[in-house]
């Protein structure tokens, strides 16, 4: 089989993020193809810093590091999305694309919506506009989306939804382009994630807090969810969105696994601003247009005619819902202790 990443050049936006770190690692590891180049693309010159350092296997560095990267396979390019003239300069000579640069933080979104807007739909309009006005050859774009994206209550769901939708219709103005976007649940121990918050928590001695017991989520590694994105880059059709078969679990549960035997209270605070009860990666809605993609995988075929052929045998009759996919808490401990070294790391083993 080819191997997707053999000599391209590549982009990550946002890939000093948590996901686009393990992304690049990845895509470095040379185990899909190894690339001619790999471009890191964010704002934060300080990630940059540090992950170049990583990176370079070196724990102090002084400027002659950024010139001595960039003779490298890894480069890094300080820029914005939501700026169109530096987009469009960095996505010359590519050609795969991680669309990843996102703001999704719940209420961080909600209380600066229109940042959201800007970072989360502008950067995606952006990047195929650049694209399609300059006839750039491209192979694929992934855009990487959310389950807040699905039934969006949310203003970080609802700008995912919409950044999935400009994704989706670039392949009617760039056709040359094969644009897909990549749909999954909570990412265990990323950044501003639940699993960070309970391990503080619980080495703070307590108490650890969930917003209702009632609340589940789709759970993932990041590990798992650069699975998801490599899927769609090896199976993904234009307009398709790929989408994880996983399981999920009650916070509740997550939250006494972690705290073990230690004495330490939950507390229920209730709702936050935005936030849902249970998360769904697939609306009933949708699974009309929801077919067997890969191996383990959901592909949710474009509702643009254009792109898509009606599906005659749905994979999925109604509602792909974090309720309907629950692990027991014995299946969340067995899924959680294969997954320690990676969840939750030397915090956790040590305590």
């Keep these: 089989m080819t191997k997707p990443f053999e000599g391209k050049n590549i982009l990550v936006t946002g890939g000093t993020g948590s996901l686009g770190q393990v992304l690049v690692r990845r895509i470095l590891s040379g185990v899909e193809g190894l690339p001619e180049s790999v471009t890191v693309f964010s704002r934060d010159e300080a990630k940059q810093h540090y992950m170049r350092l990583e990176c370079m296997d070196r724990a102090t560095a002084t400027d002659e590091v950024i010139f001595e990267n960039s003779q490298r396979c890894l480069r890094f390019v300080l820029g914005d999305v939501r700026d169109y003239a530096s987009v469009a300069r960095v996505a010359h000579g590519k050609d795969i694309i991680f669309a990843a640069a996102a703001l999704k933080q719940v209420p961080s979104c909600e209380y600066f919506p229109w940042e ?55 392949n009617l ?19 501003g994630s639940v699993v960070p918050l ?16 009632d609340m589940t989520r789709f759970l993932l590694t990041l590990e798992d969810s650069v699975d998801t994105i490599i899927a769609a880059v090896k199976a ?81 009759v109604g509602e792909y819902s974090s309720d309907t996919a629950l692990m027991t808490s014995d299946e969340l401990a067995k899924f959680l202790t294969e997954k320690i070294p990676e969840v939750i790391g030397a915090r956790y083993l040590e305590s």
């Excluded at 807007?117 to 992934?142: F, K, M, Y």
């Excluded at 039934?151 to 950044?163: D, E, L, S």
């Excluded at 103005?173 to 990323?190: D, E, H, K, M, W």
């Excluded at 309970?198 to 017991?213: N, Y």
Aim: aromatic share 6%; glycine share 8%; net charge negative.
């Design 173 to 191: 103005r760039a056709p040359q382009t094969r644009f897909i976007a990549a749909r999954y649940g909570n990412v265990l121990a990323s950044r």
């Design 198 to 213: 309970f391990l503080d928590q619980i080495a703070a001695g307590g108490p650890v807090t969930i917003t209702t017991e």
């Design 236 to 316: 993904g059709e234009p307009g398709e969105t790929y989408i994880p078969r996983c399981r999920s679990a009650y916070m509740t549960d997550l939250a006494k696994f972690l705290i073990g035997d230690r004495d330490i209270e939950i507390v229920v605070t209730g709702i936050r601003p935005g936030e849902k009860i249970h998360e769904s990666l697939l609306a009933a809605e949708e699974s009309t247009r929801t077919v067997f993609g890969a191996e383990g995988y959901y592909a949710l075929r474009p509702m643009l005619p254009e792109l898509a052929d009606p599906v005659d045998e749905p994979a999925l």
């Design 116 to 170: 959201a807007c800007r970072t989360n739909i502008l950067g995606a309009e952006n990047l195929v506009r650049a694209i399609a006005e300059h006839n750039l050859p491209i192979d694929t774009v992934v855009g990487i989306s959310t389950d807040k994206a699905c039934k969006p209550v949310n203003v970080m769901g609802m700008t995912k939804a919409i950044q999935e939708r400009v994704y989706i219709e670039g």
